[in-house]
């Protein structure tokens, strides 16, 4: 199968707020970028043709072109230890981490009706939180917490898990994970009054850099009756945060 060569190389310029940067160099675009982990857009940032290729075809090639970097770099691929290393990569890329780009991979949400008349928020906490940086492809690991007050529909618990998995099963800043996950939610339980809390180290942070251990970030999305101080607060106490 002739898959190399698919895409033309082009250079893209470092944009903020749908404006080009005007930067000296990009080199120096993208290392401003990446170290202040500066979001561009509400919407992950992805081509028209992101699905032309099968998802097959995509392991092939990420997996040739990580041999690539790991030959760059001195490897020795004919190691065993080393030798499958490409495939998994690129099978970890597509079918793992990355597998929330693909809208076919969105879980498929059913509502029910709120037949129990509860009025009060509901709160799921400490959801699991597994993502990757944008900026330097490491991970970002936390927890999300959520709250909805119903407008007559409810979901599944493990759905709103789903949810969170979804968007975070892709290169992100935390801070448009935050607002995806809450504009979905939205979207499905057809009410603003939603709110997303995340709490998450982010080992770009951690483990080179600053080498900070100690420090996690936090952003929060409130929507609707979570904008009134009040309700906002019983959210966090809830939480036991401080936030
Ligand atoms: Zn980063």
């Given at each position: ?6 895409f033309?190389?082009?250079?893209v310029k ?25 979001a ?7 081509r ?20 690539d ?8 691929l ?5 030798n ?18 693909n ?5 498929k949400i059913?509502v029910?009706?709120?037949k ?8 799921e906490?400490?959801?699991?939180l ?7 492809f490491?991970p970002?690991v936390?927890k999300?917490h959520?709250?909805?007050?119903s407008?007559?529909?409810v ?18 800043v935390?801070?448009?994970l ?16 939603v ?12 483990s080179?850099?600053?080498q900070d251990e100690?420090s ?20 966090l106490?809830?939480?036991s945060?401080?936030?």
């Open positions: 199968m002739k898959v190399h060569g698919f033309k190389t082009e250079t470092p944009r903020l707020n749908g404006t080009h940067l005007n930067l000296n160099n990009d080199y120096n675009g993208h290392d401003i970028i990446g170290d202040n982990h500066i561009t857009s509400l919407e992950t940032p992805i028209v043709d992101a699905f032309l290729l099968s998802d097959e075809q995509k392991i092939l090639i990420i997996e040739d072109k990580f041999r970097i790991m030959n760059v770099l001195g490897l020795d004919t190691d065993d230890s080393l499958g290393t490409p495939h998994r990569v690129a099978k970890m890329f597509v079918k793992e981490i990355f597998s929330g780009l809208p076919e991979n969105k879980p059913s029910f009706e709120n129990f008349k509860y009025g009060e928020m509901l709160v906490k400490n959801i699991n597994n993502s990757t940086c944008e900026h330097h490491l970002i936390g999300a959520v709250a909805y007050v407008s007559g529909q979901v599944g618990l493990s759905k709103i898990n789903r949810i969170v998995d979804y968007f975070a099963r892709r290169p992100q935390q801070e448009r935050t607002v995806q996950i809450a504009n979905e939610l939205k979207r499905i339980l057809k009410t603003e009054d709110a997303v809390i995340i709490d998450a180290k982010h080992l770009c942070v951690s080179r850099g600053i100690g996690s970030t936090i952003t929060a999305e409130y929507g609707g009756i979570f904008k009134v101080q009040q309700r906002k607060e019983e959210f106490k809830y939480l945060l401080n936030v």
